[in-house]
C-alpha cells in the first residue's frame, strides 16, 4: 500500500483504536486528560486546508479528535473550513510564525501574534498555540516567549514547551516520512532524540508504526504530527507532495549541515579564545 494516503491514515486510526489508545487534543492533554494509552493528534495546516477538512472528517469518523493549527498566511487560513473543523469536535489552534513575518522584530512579532490570535478566535474557542518552522528562516518565532508570556494571552500551552517527552514519544512527518528529525530544522525534541533512537523508537514508513502498534512495541504515551498536505489519495496530487518534499528535503540537510559548520567554527573559536587566554595568564605568571 502506497504511503501518506487516506486509506493508509485511517488505518492508522484504527489501529490506534483497537490498540486501545485513547485520541487527545493537546488542550485536553494540557488540562491533565491522561488515559492508560493515549496518542494527541496534532496536524500542522500549512497548505491546502481542503485536506485538513479531509483528515478532520475522517478522524469524526474514526471516533479520534484532534489539534488542528493554522498559519496566518491565505495558503493556511481558511475561515469557512476553520469553521468546520472546530463544529467537527476538534481542536483549532495558532500555527504562528510572528518573528519571521515580522523579521526578527520582537515587539512587532508580539503585536503580530496577539492581533492574529484576536482573528482567530473570532472564528473558533483558541487554547494552544505551536510554532511553524519557517525552515529558511533565521528567526524562530519560539524566541518571542524569552520576553513574553503567551499565558498572558489567554493560552493554555505549547508543544515544545508543555509537553513531558520523557514521557511522551513524539513523530512526526517532518519531510514526508516518520523519521524526518533527520532533515528537520526545528521540528524535532533534540533532548529526547538519541534516547529515542537507542530505543529503537525510530519509524520510517506509516506501515512501520502500525506493526509497531500491533507488536506492542511503541510506548503508551504518543504524539503524532502530520502535515495534511501531504496526505492525498488521488495520483496526481500525491506524486507531486512526493516530488516537491525530496527536492525540500535536499535543500533542508544542506542548511543543516551549513548550520552544523557554523556551530563547530564557532566552538572553535571559542575554544582558540580561551586557549589564548590561558596562554596569556601562563606568560603571565611565569614573568
Given at each position: 500500500m502506497m504511503d501518506f494516503t487516506l486509506k493508509e491514515y485511517r488505518l492508522?486510526?484504527?489501529?490506534?483504536r483497537a490498540r486501545g489508545y485513547a485520541g487527545l487534543t493537546f488542550a485536553e492533554y494540557v488540562k491533565g486528560e491522561r488515559p492508560e494509552r493515549y496518542v494527541i493528534l496534532r496536524h500542522d495546516v500549512d497548505l491546502l486546508p481542503a485536506n485538513s477538512l479531509a483528515v478532520a472528517r475522517l478522524e469524526k469518523e474514526e471516533?479520534?479528535?484532534a489539534s488542528?493549527?493554522?498559519?496566518?498566511?491565505?495558503?493556511?487560513?481558511?475561515e469557512d473550513i476553520i469553521k468546520k473543523i472546530a463544529a467537527l469536535g476538534h481542536e483549532v489552534g495558532y500555527h504562528y510564525e510572528s518573528l519571521t513575518t515580522c523579521k526578527g522584530d520582537m515587539a512587532d512579532a508580539y503585536r503580530d501574534f496577539a492581533a492574529?490570535?484576536?482573528?482567530?478566535?473570532?472564528?473558533?474557542?483558541?487554547?494552544?498555540?505551536?510554532?511553524?518552522?519557517?525552515?529558511?528562516?533565521?528567526?524562530?518565532?519560539?524566541?518571542?516567549?524569552?520576553?513574553?508570556?503567551?499565558?498572558?494571552?489567554?493560552?493554555?500551552?505549547?508543544?515544545?514547551?508543555?509537553i513531558d517527552f520523557a514521557d511522551v514519544l513524539y513523530l512526526t512527518d517532518t519531510?514526508?516520512?516518520?523519521?524526518?528529525?533527520?532533515?528537520?530544522m526545528r521540528d524535532r525534541i533534540p533532548a529526547h532524540q538519541d534516547r529515542w533512537c537507542a530505543q529503537g523508537l525510530v519509524y520510517h514508513s506509516t506501515g512501520d508504526i502500525?506493526?509497531?502498534?500491533?507488536?506492542?512495541?511503541?510506548?503508551?504515551?504518543?504524539?503524532?504530527?502530520?502535515?495534511?498536505?501531504?496526505?492525498?489519495?488521488?495520483?496526481?496530487?500525491?506524486?507531486?507532495?512526493?516530488?516537491?518534499?525530496?527536492?525540500?528535503?535536499?535543500?533542508?540537510?544542506?542548511?543543516?549541515?551549513?548550520?552544523?559548520?557554523?556551530?563547530?567554527?564557532?566552538?572553535?573559536?571559542?575554544?582558540?579564545?580561551?586557549?589564548d587566554k590561558r596562554g596569556a595568564q601562563n606568560d603571565k605568571d611565569k614573568v
Open positions: 492508522l486510526l484504527k489501529t490506534l471516533g479520534m479528535k488542528y493549527y493554522f498559519r496566518a498566511v491565505p495558503e493556511s487560513w481558511d492574529n490570535l484576536t482573528r482567530l478566535r473570532a472564528l473558533a474557542p483558541v487554547e494552544t498555540i505551536c510554532m511553524h518552522g519557517s525552515p529558511r528562516s533565521p528567526w524562530d518565532s519560539r524566541d518571542i516567549w524569552k520576553s513574553h508570556s503567551y499565558r498572558d494571552l489567554g493560552i493554555l500551552g505549547e508543544p515544545y514547551f508543555d519531510g514526508r516520512r516518520w523519521d524526518g528529525f533527520k532533515v528537520s502500525i506493526a509497531a502498534l500491533q507488536a506492542s512495541t511503541i510506548p503508551q504515551h504518543l504524539m503524532l504530527t502530520t502535515h495534511p498536505q501531504r496526505w492525498a489519495d488521488k495520483p496526481l496530487p500525491w506524486l507531486k507532495e512526493l516530488v516537491l518534499q525530496n527536492a525540500k528535503n535536499v535543500v533542508k540537510r544542506e542548511i543543516l549541515r551549513f548550520a552544523q559548520d557554523d556551530k563547530r567554527d564557532a566552538q572553535d573559536d571559542k575554544r582558540d579564545a580561551q586557549n
